[in-house]
């Protein structure tokens, strides 16, 4: 993303902010607080974006990390009712499971404002009924607000697809990821039916590194170079088709309720998080 092309969109979403709070104002009851609306409305904009809901932060998770930078080492925590992704025991984003559909995705600040499925969230992951089918979109799209579209459509960020194939005397959970494709500035290309023309993310393939049956044993096994410490049938790594010699994604259990993520070009964090996310069933 070039930086005119930014400078639009942050130029939409402080042009959408402002009148979405100016319309707010002017329907309050209150006369005090509609004659001082324009006078307090920089301080609701500020409001904002210290509850983390200004422009570029969703996007920031979007964009994988350079080919040369080295990998990002995340973790999650898993609780009763939400899934945290963390650096450094920082809150990057917070997963809400939704019944039925996949989850609801929030930056930290904003999952208080969790309403039906999918409102307040910053990006949307859902299912099929079989659970073998992911997609997550972010909940808006840059490209069409910077534009000024009447119609904002939802970009496309990847595809997962479930599957089981025997290895040895066991079965192997496996996965499949499509990304969108790189432009040249190496930034994923916007997948969106509304501005882009393109309505499929036809791009890179990653898929899971298989395991080995190991006969002694009487199961699989897998090197996660010494990043994962316990047994899960959720731990998997995730490599790039026609590079099978690197990771790109590595989950692992660590503790009761904490599992490494640790992920690199060409996975953007909120993609990684998905993958991880959409894991959580396997048994």
Request: hydrophobic share 35%; proline share 4%.
């Amino acid at each position: 993303m070039g930086l005119m092309e930014q400078q639009l969109q942050d130029y939409a979403w402080w042009r959408s902010a402002f009148n979405k709070e100016k319309k707010s104002q002017s329907q309050s009851p209150c006369k005090e607080e509609r004659g001082a609306s324009n006078g307090c409305l920089g301080f609701d904009l500020a409001d904002i974006l210290e509850q983390g809901r200004g422009p570029g932060l969703a996007s920031s998770f979007v964009e994988a990390p350079e080919p040369e930078e080295k990998e990002q080492q995340l973790s999650v925590l898993c609780e009763e009712r939400r899934f945290i992704l963390m650096r450094d025991n920082k809150t990057l984003l917070v997963a809400v499971p939704v019944e039925g559909v996949g989850f609801d995705i929030f930056l930290p600040k904003e999952e208080g404002r969790q309403g039906p499925a999918g409102e307040g969230a910053a990006f949307l992951l859902r299912c099929s009924p079989k659970l073998d089918s992911w997609l997550l979109t972010s909940a808006r799209c840059e490209q069409c607000e910077a534009r000024g579209s009447r119609q904002c459509g939802t970009r496309e960020l990847c595809r997962m697809s479930h599957y089981t194939e025997r290895v040895g005397e066991g079965n192997a959970f496996c996965m499949d990821v499509e990304l969108p494709e790189l432009s040249e500035d190496g930034r994923s290309r916007v997948v969106c039916s509304v501005c882009s023309g393109r309505e499929e993310v036809a791009g890179c393939v990653l898929s899971t590194r298989r395991p080995r049956w190991n006969p002694r044993q009487k199961t699989l096994t897998l090197d996660f170079q010494g990043r994962c410490s316990l047994a899960s049938a959720k731990n998997f790594q995730l490599e790039a088709e026609g590079d099978a010699g690197r990771v790109v994604l590595l989950f692992g259990k660590v503790e009761k309720d904490r599992f490494v993520l640790d992920h690199s070009h060409p996975l953007g964090t909120v993609q990684a998080f998905a993958a991880a996310l959409s894991a959580s069933h396997w048994k």
